[in-house]
């Protein structure tokens, strides 16, 4: 046991991927009803593995925090990403509730510690470190002690800055461990606590901040390529009629637009329609249209028959973005007749939404339309509408997002001080408004970068996640063991838990009964509010969903400032 644990020290990678190993199953075992999840599971593992080295070896395991970044930053990125298209409708919907639900959960929690630690005479450092930790941000504990160091904070006699320090730490390892398990578990289990069905609960939060799938995943997301279902066939026929003999397949098209000729087979030679042809007695040739129309095939041309030669026609599907065309303005109807040659209008979005298709529906510039067809059916079609169509492809997004999470970081790192107290977004979060402002940009025109892997997109935020809970786990579990000392323990433990949980519970007592906000959405702007980036992914998974990340930002950016200040506030008042 000691040389495996010595080795999982020496080796710090081999401890985060055995933890990711053993933390999944854990997180799936349900007991009536419960379960940790995957993130809470890594977490409780990674701790216990690192507290019994360091409690039976003395071992402790020394990983960079540049690898803690490194994973947060990509999973926030990732987040960013999923919530994007529906970020700016939701915040327009939302955006005071969610600003108001973050001022209830983090001035709650302030009171709830700072006055508990005053009724305890638990002693200075103690209310900035539970504070630090039951909001799980740790850079309270570095404005607390910019304060002692400062002089902000006058140190009592007999007190020193080291004393001052060590409360510090206790108070912050036992709350953090605690604050980041239940959290999970609140606001994983918060809708179904009051009888409301998580994964009903997050479709209704979809359809109704516009990402209904009637139309079809958004331009630039996963899936927007996916051909689905269609009434749309085709079937071959051997012309038969005179009076279709010398007329071209464009010819046909303008008398019958619901119906294209794709292909012409003549004896052995099989012929795209894209050279518009000419029609031979005895031609086959194949014809996609409405079921319908297609059964009177044999009335209009001849015959059908199985030929598969004429039928075997590649089908993809493609975001096309107007822009500056002459028919910009017109009607879906004269659109059809003027540019879809076979193709079929799949849906139509405007400004990031899906808006109906129908024939009297105007084309305006900006619009993106999802066209069905051959590939030079598309290929036409986009090139009069002054585009480039885009399909999901194995295009690689290495740069791209290596380019946003740059800009992210940038932005997220930049700092203002006021009155001794840094200011800044943060990375994390900066990363994540990256994301979205990608994700967004996307959808309103799919040229930005292509629709986005969902498989990708998973694998970041997965591993980001976990990998950054994992390192968080080493650093935190060894200090549980040292600050087990005396009954303060306790006070710690339940004041920590009391902060953790209680202002976020106020929080969606507020937006449940005062606002009257859908469970889902709301459970998302309490983890926002609480800053818990884990607590979030709990309530995307067990909704099925990530339409909850779409309340998450405000609330979170909001906090991680005025948290800051209260710590400061609590350590010179202490």
Partial sequence: MAWALSYLAQNPFAYLFLTLAIGYPIGRITIGGISLGATAGTLVTGILIALASSALYGITYDIPGLVEDIFLMLFMYALGMRVGPQFFSGLARGGVDFLVIGLIVVFSNFLIVF????????????????????????????????????????????????????????GYAISYVLSSIFIILLIKYLPKMFGRDAVLEAQKAEQEFGSDDQSGALPGTAGASILGFTDKQIRSYVVEHEELVGKSVNDLFRLNPHAAILKIVRGDEVIDADSNPKLKMGD????????????????????????????????????????????????????GLEIGYGVHLKAMFRSGLAIPHLPKTVVEKGDVLRLAGPTWCVNQAAKSLKAVPVVESAYTEVSFMSFALFIGFVIGHASVEISGIPFALGTSAGCMLTGILVSWLRTRNPDFGGPTSEGARAFLNDIGLSLFVAVLAASVGPKILSSFQGTVVIW??????????????????????????????????????????????????????GISAIAYPVPYALTSAIVLILGYIAMVFS
């Fill in 115 to 170: 006055l508990g630690v005053k009724l305890l005479d638990l002693g200075p450092g103690y209310a900035a470190g539970i504070i630090s930790g039951s909001y799980t941000v740790t850079a309270v504990m570095g404005v607390a002690q910019s304060a002692v160091n400062s002089g902000a904070f006058a140190l009592p006699e007999g007190v020193t800055a080291d004393m001052v320090g060590a409360n510090m730490a206790a």
């Fill in 284 to 335: 086959v040739v194949g014809i996609m249209g409405d079921y319908n129309l297609l059964l009177k095939g044999s009335d209009a041309l001849g015959r059908e028959v199985a030929d598969p030669r004429a039928r075997m026609v590649d089908i993809e599907v493609a975001d096309i973005h107007v822009g500056k065309t002459e028919y910009a303005g017109k009607t879906l109807q004269e659109l």
């Fill in 492 to 545: 710690i433990s339940v004041l920590g838990v009391l902060g953790a949980l209680v202002p976020p519970f106020l929080a969606w007592l507020y937006g449940y009964y005062i606002r009257k906000m859908n469970p889902v959405i709301l459970a998302g702007a309490c983890a926002g509010g609480r800053n818990s980036t884990p607590a979030l992914n709990g309530i995307q998974e067990l909704s099925q969903s």
